[in-house]
C-alpha cells in the first residue's frame, strides 16, 4: 500500500502515541517493534523532508504523553502551571527531534536496498540517536526502547550490551515484522522465522548466569518514610520526620544495612551532627549500617552537593555526580540563567561530585550507590564494577505524584540490575521502594504513599558481566560502522547515477 503524505503523517503519531505502552506501568512490550515497524514504514515512502515532519510527529506523539508527567513536578517548586505546562511542552518538542533527524538522515542517504534499510541503516540510526540523547545536555534516558523490554526475551540483551543492544533488537524486530509482512511466498515465512529465531534465542540467552553470589546472604531493610513533598521542608516538620525514620530504623536493627531515600534528613548536613552521632552509636551497638541522603555544603566553597552517608562503621560519603539539568543546575548558566530570573523560575544550584570517589562500604561489602537521576546511565553505573558486590540507589519521586514517571524510573533501574548482574536496593521517600534481583525480577516491593519498611535479604555477587567489561562501545561503535558504510553504498549509487 502506497501512503500519501496526510496518512503517512496520521499513521506517525498515532504509532508514537502507544509507544509508551510498552514501558511501564503497562508493560506491554510487544508494542514497542509494533510502534517503530508502522514508523518505519513511513519513512520508506516519504521523501527527506516528510520523513523529518513524520519523525517529528511520532515524538511529540510519544514524548508528549510518555514524559508528560515532568510537569507535576514544578507545582513544588511553585510556577503557575501555565509555565508548567510551557517548559513541559518545549521540553517535548526538543526531545521530538530525535526521531526527526533519524528520518530525515536515512532518507537523505539515499539507500535503495529497502533490506539494508530496514535490518541495518534505520536501527543503527536510531540507537545512535537514543546515545546521542543519552549524554546531550547531560542526558535523557527515558523511553529508550530497550526498556521497553524489561520483563520480555529481549532483556537477555542488557548483560551483553546495555540497553542499546536491547534498543537495537527492538527495531530489528521492526523491520524484520515489515519485511514479513512486504515479501511474498517463502520469503515471508523466512523473515519471520528470522524474527522468531531472535526472540527465541534471547529466551534461550537469559538462561546463562554471568555472576554469582559471593559469602553470606544479607539481611536489607529500606525505609520509606513517606514525606508529602509540598511539607518535606516546612521547619515544623523538621522533627516529626527524623523522629518517623529513627522509629522506623530502631525496629529493624537485626538488619545488616538500613537504606533510607534521598534526601531523607531535611536539611543541611551539618545541621544534625548530633543525630547522626546518636544514630551511628547505635547502629555499631547493634552490628548494623544505616546509610541516608542528605544535602551537603562546603563551608569554605559554598558547593552544594546531594549526598548520601553511610555509618556503623567508618562513616563515607557519596556525592552525586550526575546532575538533573534545570531541576540540580543550569546548563549554558550565563545564556539561560537571565530568563528564569526574569520569569522568576527557581532554580537549584548543586555542585558536580568528583569524577573519582571511594565506593561506600557495609557489611563487609563495596556498594555500586547512585542518587536518583543517576540511575539512568547504564555507563555510569556499571564504573563501580566489578568490585561493588551490590547496587543501593536512593531516590525522592514524590516530585512525579501519582504519574506514570515512578513506574518508568523503576522500571530504569531494573534494567541496571540485569545490565550489571547484581542485587539492587532502591530507597525511595514516597515509592517505588523495592528489592531486584540479577534477573531484573522486583522480588519485593512497598505500596506507594505509605509508610513502610521493606525487608529482604540479598547476597552479594561477583563476577562481571559482558556489559560491564565492555560498556557502550561496541554496539556504538557497529552502529557508526553501518552508517559509514551506507554513506559509502549512497556514493556508489550517486557515481553510478551520474555515469548513466
Not at 273 to 296: C, I, K, Q
Request: aromatic share 12%; with cysteine.
Amino acid at each position: 500500500m502506497r501512503l500519501n503524505s496526510r496518512l503517512g503523517m496520521v499513521l506517525s503519531g498515532l504509532a508514537g502515541l502507544v509507544l509508551p505502552l510498552s514501558f511501564s506501568p503497562f508493560n506491554l512490550f510487544p508494542v514497542a517493534p509494533l510502534s517503530v515497524a508502522i514508523l518505519f514504514a513511513v519513512w520508506t515512502q516519504v521523501p527527506a523532508r516528510r520523513a523529518f515532519l513524520c519523525g517529528w510527529l511520532y515524538g511529540l506523539a510519544c514524548f508528549g504523553f510518555g514524559v508528560f508527567w515532568i510537569h507535576e513536578s514544578f507545582q513544588f517548586n511553585r510556577i503557575a502551571i501555565g509555565w508548567a505546562l510551557l517548559l513541559t511542552g518545549l521540553l517535548v518538542m526538543f526531545l521530538a527531534l530525535y526521531p526527526a533527524i533519524v528520518g530525515y538522515a536515512v532518507r537523505r542517504l539515499g539507500v535503495e536496498n529497502r533490506r539494508y534499510q530496514l535490518l541495518l541503516l534505520m536501527p543503527a540510526a536510531w540507537v545512535l540517536a537514543e546515545w546521542v540523547r543519552g549524554w546531550f545536555f547531560t542526558g535523557f534516558t527515558w523511553l529508550q526502547l530497550g526498556y521497553s523490554q524489561v520483563g520480555s526475551p529481549l532483556q537477555s540483551l542488557l548483560p551483553v550490551g546495555g540497553i542499546y543492544a536491547a534498543s537495537w533488537a527492538v527495531a530489528v524486530s521492526a523491520g524484520l515484522i515489515l519485511l514479513g509482512l512486504r515479501e511474498p511466498g517463502r520469503k515471508r515465512w523466512l523473515w519471520l522465522a528470522a524474527l522468531a529465531s531472535m526472540w527465541i534465542g534471547g529466551w534461550l540467552l537469559g538462561t546463562v548466569k554471568w555472576t554469582e553470589p559471593e559469602g553470606d546472604a544479607l539481611e536489607v531493610a529500606l525505609v520509606q518514610g513517606n514525606v508529602p513533598q509540598d511539607r518535606k521542608w516546612m521547619r515544623e516538620m523538621r522533627r516529626p520526620t527524623l523522629e518517623r525514620y529513627l522509629t522506623l530504623t530502631r525496629q529493624h536493627w537485626d538488619a545488616d544495612l538500613i537504606v533510607w531515600p534521598e534526601s531523607a534528613l531535611p536539611g543541611l548536613r551539618d545541621n544534625f551532627d548530633a543525630y547522626v552521632e546518636r544514630l551511628a552509636t547505635e547502629a555499631r551497638e547493634n552490628n548494623s549500617y544505616v546509610m541516608f541522603g542528605v544535602p551537603v555544603v562546603n563551608r569554605d566553597t559554598l558547593e552544594f552537593y546531594n549526598s548520601v552517608f553511610v555509618v556503623g562503621g567508618r562513616e563515607m560519603v557519596y556525592h552525586k555526580r550526575h546532575l538533573v539539568p534545570f531541576g540540580e543546575y543550569l546548563p549554558l548558566d550565563a545564556l539561560i540563567r537571565p530568563v528564569t530570573e526574569f520569569l522568576g523560575l527557581p532554580v537549584a544550584d548543586f555542585s558536580l561530585g568528583p569524577d573519582t570517589q571511594p565506593l561506600l562500604e557495609a557489611a563487609g561489602h563495596r556498594l555500586g550507590v547512585s542518587v536518583c537521576y543517576e540511575i539512568a546511565f547504564g555507563n555510569e553505573i556499571a564504573k563501580a564494577l566489578p568490585e561493588a558486590a551490590l547496587l543501593v540507589t536512593v531516590s525522592n519521586d514524590a516530585w512525579f505524584g501519582t504519574s506514570i514517571g515512578p513506574h518508568q524510573h523503576m522500571q530504569i533501574a531494573r534494567a541496571r540490575a540485569l545490565e550489571t548482574g547484581r542485587y539492587l536496593l532502591r530507597a525511595t521517600n514516597t515509592g517505588i521502594t523495592a528489592i531486584v534481583d540479577p534477573d531484573g525480577v522486583i522480588v519485593a516491593h512497598a505500596p506507594q504513599f505509605e509508610v513502610q519498611v521493606l525487608e529482604g535479604e540479598v547476597s552479594a555477587m561477583g563476577g562481571a558481566t559482558p556489559y560491564v567489561r565492555s560498556g557502550d562501545v561496541p554496539v556504538i561503535a557497529l552502529a557508526l560502522l553501518v552508517l559509514m558504510g551506507a554513506a559509502a553504498m549512497a556514493r556508489r549509487q550517486s557515481v553510478h547515477d551520474d555515469g548513466d
